[in-house]
């Protein structure tokens, strides 16, 4: 059984940074990527950032490209979403989840997911 779970979330000020930390556990050996989504009130959930499970490749949503980093911390068993310089329109639930193959960016592509992680940035 595979289980996600977020934590790191909170509310900053706009410029502020937050590092999100998603723990991992079950039958990891059969993922294919990580990834971060999010989903702001009244939008659709959207891909943020993701990594192949192998460390071999990440990608990035443009509109997160040179604030946000994903990594994968293998002593701790997460994978883990810095985001710097935060905005207003970072605002939204962050989700964990994991696909067992490739690194799609919708969100039909990933069987697993976590509960959620609320980040709020104040303007």
């Known amino acids: 059984q595979v289980q996600l779970g977020e934590s790191g979330g909170g509310l900053v000020q706009a410029g502020d940074s937050l590092r999100l930390s998603c723990i991992v556990s079950?039958?990891?050996?059969?993922?294919?990527?990580v990834a971060w989504f999010r989903q702001a009130p009244g939008k659709e959930r959207e891909f943020v950032a993701g990594m192949r499970w192998s460390g071999a490749s990440s990608n990035y949503a443009d509109s997160v490209k040179g604030r946000f980093t994903i990594s994968r911390d293998n002593a701790k068993n997460t994978v883990d979403l810095q985001m710097n310089n935060l905005t207003f329109e970072d605002s939204a639930v962050y989700y964990c989840?994991?696909?067992?193959?490739?690194?799609?960016?919708?969100?039909?592509?990933?069987?697993?997911w976590g509960q959620g992680t609320q980040v709020t940035v104040s303007s």
């Open positions: 079950g039958r990891i050996l059969s993922f294919g990527g």
């Open positions: 989840a994991a696909s067992r193959m490739g690194l799609p960016m919708r969100t039909e592509g990933y069987n697993y």
